[in-house]
DNA sequence: CGTTTTTGACCGGCGC
DNA sequence: GCGCCGGTCAAAAACG
């Protein structure tokens, strides 16, 4: 409600990876399922329409890596790919992960998360976190983990597509490339001390 | 006071 | 059918 539906219809991408660099993150690999329409994503509706292509990314040849990690599992996988058979979750969502190097897992990325749940996966020694839009109407669901391999390295997974504009409102016209000045990845505001 | 975080339990799906 | 895994929700607590 904060928000209307599309402020930009011009701009349907909520996640470009331009923006990511623009957070001055690294990014290994990003891939999307598709434009997708718009016409999901309304009102939070957990209609299961068109297919769930599942877009795995993780190249895993990129370089020093060369384990690639956590390729290991996802990939291949096609997530669910129920056309009508789930009766909600799982929506014909896009599917967006990335790979960063950076000390803090939880990035802003001008969202409000909650966090409902805390996993550990038997291929990493750490705890993968789960996170969702706090926004009314809003589904969007954040995946957050550690690459185990590389300590160094967060593997962020994003499920789905606001409905509202991100309460932090950026401006990102259709410039392709602009960094305020000091636009750096900052911590969340939130979760700070805990405890 | 409201919101968010935290941990455990529960559930569903898949594999064997 | 059972076990395994991953994912989600829920209640309580902590925090702002």
Request: hydrophobic share 25%; aromatic share 10%.
């Amino acid at each position: 409600m904060d928000f209307p539906v599309n402020p930009n219809p011009n701009y349907t991408a909520q996640f470009d990876p331009l923006m990511m660099m623009d957070f001055g993150l690294e990014v290994e690999d990003y891939l999307k399922d598709d434009d997708d329409d718009d016409g999901l994503g309304r009102g939070g509706d957990w209609r299961v329409e068109q297919d769930c292509s599942s877009a795995e990314i993780f190249a895993g040849g990129s370089s020093t890596t060369g384990s690639s990690a956590a390729t290991a599992t996802s990939r291949s996988s096609d997530i669910k790919c129920k056309n009508g058979v789930k009766k909600n979750k799982v929506y014909g969502g896009q599917r967006v992960a990335f790979r960063t190097k950076s000390e803090l897992e939880v990035m802003d990325d001008g969202y409000k998360w909650r966090k409902y749940g805390k996993k550990s996966v038997k291929n990493s020694p750490n705890p993968r976190n789960y996170y969702k839009c706090s926004s009314g109407g809003c589904n969007v669901k954040k995946r957050v983990e550690r690459d185990g391999k590389d300590s160094s390295y967060v593997i962020t997974t994003y499920d789905g597509v606001h409905n509202h504009e991100s309460p932090a409102a950026v401006y990102y016209t259709q410039m392709p490339v602009m960094a305020p000045n000091g636009w750096s990845l900052q911590p969340s505001s939130r979760s700070s001390s805990s405890s």
